[in-house]
Each structure stands twice: as structure tokens, then as C-alpha cells.
């Protein structure tokens, strides 16, 4: 499996706007992080997580020629408000698939009404294959995906192991029968906002923490908030193993 970082930084990005804080004013393109995706590509198969406002530069910067669906971790605006920008996928695909919790796809319904539409549908809009997923695992292809339940702090999000790689992005709350999912796991992505304490993310030492635990052979760190400081300072505080995560690195697993 090869796994594209699309983004890898919080819902505002980074550099904010207007901003004067040093790191959003680096000139290090690894200190410029776009709002969070993957792109996972195995086989012949391409799958995205997470659709948001930076969907279409995402797409542009990497070439993807096609997709064969997307699935979205929770509502929150920073991870779907891309979904309009499937269109030239659909125009050239046909109807594109998305997999999500059945509350996600109630919120995908008020916020892209005219996709969703059966009468009267504007001849431009895309048309979804919708795929409504609980806790069980379920099959993308040949593979078995087994989600995680993590919390943001309140609001359920899932997180995905495919095989040897997990992805687990806005956890704040972390259940020890989830982690008991991930035993065994290789490559684990895991959301570190930033240093300090936050009401709804995993800061620095937490995300550690869990990954102490899990003990995969490499972990990396996304969602990453500019107050985490400067990309290439912290990754020399990081232990054997664990990285940061940046915008258009790609591993194999």
C-alpha cells in the first residue's frame, strides 16, 4: 500500500490567515499544511479520506486521475466541504462511492442538498454511491477495513486499519477496546495538535503516549496545529520511529 499525506494540518491550515506567528510565516514547505487527508492506493484500487476545502488543490498537486471512493472520519466542515469538487471524477467515473456513519451522511444531505436530490436534479451535480458504515469491518476491494471508534471529544469519529495501516485523525478520547484494534498494527498516523493541553485533540505527549502502547514500527503524527512550532525542530524531539507527518510525503507500508 502506498499512502499519500494530502494534508496534514488543522482546520484552519496552515499559514491562518493573517497571521503574523512564526511558524506561519516559514518558508519551509513542510511548515505549510493544508487541511487533513489521505490518499490510499493499493492494487488498483484508490480511496481518499476525508473531502476538505483543499480537496480539489489536493487532487491537481498529486495528478490523481481517478478515484474509486471516499471515506469521510466525522462531519466536521475542514473534513467533507470539499465534496462539490468530485465532480470531474464523476463527470469522467460515473457515480462516485462514499463510506460513513449514517449521522455523517445525514449531515452530507443538509450541507450538499442538490447531490442528493432524485427529482429535478441539476444535471451538473454528482451522484454518490452511499455506503452507510457502523463498527463492523467491511471491504474496500480485496481489503478488510475495521473501524475505530475515537471521540472529538464528545462527537464519535472513525478512525480505519487497513491491514498493517491505521489512520486515526480528531481523537481526543480514546477507548482501550479500540486500541486493542490496533495491536499488531505497522504503520500508525495519529492526530498531535500541539503541545498544550486541547479540549478536543490529542496534544504532543498524549499522542506519544498511545503510540508507546500500540508500539507500531513507525508512527506519524497529522492535524497539526502551528503551535506545535516549526516542522523540522520538532521532529528532532521525537523518539526512534516517530515522525511528523507533512503535505505530499508519501510512504509504503
Partial sequence: MKVTFLGTGTSQ????????HPVCLSTNPKDKRLRVSVLLEWDDYKFVIDCGPDFRQ???????????????THEHNDHVIGLDDIRPFYFRQGNIS??????????????????FQVENKYPGAPTLNQHIINDEPFKLGDLEVIPINVYHPELQVYGFRFGDFAY??????????????L?????????????????????LK?????????????????????????????????P???????????ISI
Wanted: with cysteine.
Fill in 98 to 115: 462514499i463510506y460513513c456513519h449514517s449521522r455523517v451522511l445525514g449531515e452530507l444531505k443538509k450541507r450538499f442538498e442538490y447531490v
Fill in 13 to 20: 491550515g496552515i499559514p491562518i490567515i493573517g497571521s503574523n
Fill in 58 to 72: 489536493q487532487m491537481i498537486t498529486n495528478n490523481v486521475q481517478r478515484i474509486d471512493g471516499i471515506l469521510f
Fill in 183 to 203: 495491536k499488531g498494527v505497522k504503520v500508525l498516523v495519529l492526530n498531535a495538535l500541539r503541545k498544550e493541553e486541547h479540549r478536543s485533540h490529542l496534544n
Fill in 240 to 250: 526512534e520511529g516517530v515522525f511528523l507527518a507533512y503535505d505530499n510525503l508519501q
Fill in 206 to 238: 498524549q499522542a506519544l503516549a498511545i503510540v508507546e502502547e500500540i508500539q507500531p514500527e513507525r508512527a506519524y503524527f497529522t492535524h497539526i496545529s502551528h503551535h506545535l512550532g516549526f516542522h523540522d525542530e520538532v521532529e528532532k524531539e521525537l
Fill in 168 to 181: 486515526v485523525t480528531d481523537a481526543k478520547v480514546f477507548p482501550e477496546e479500540e486500541k486493542e484494534k
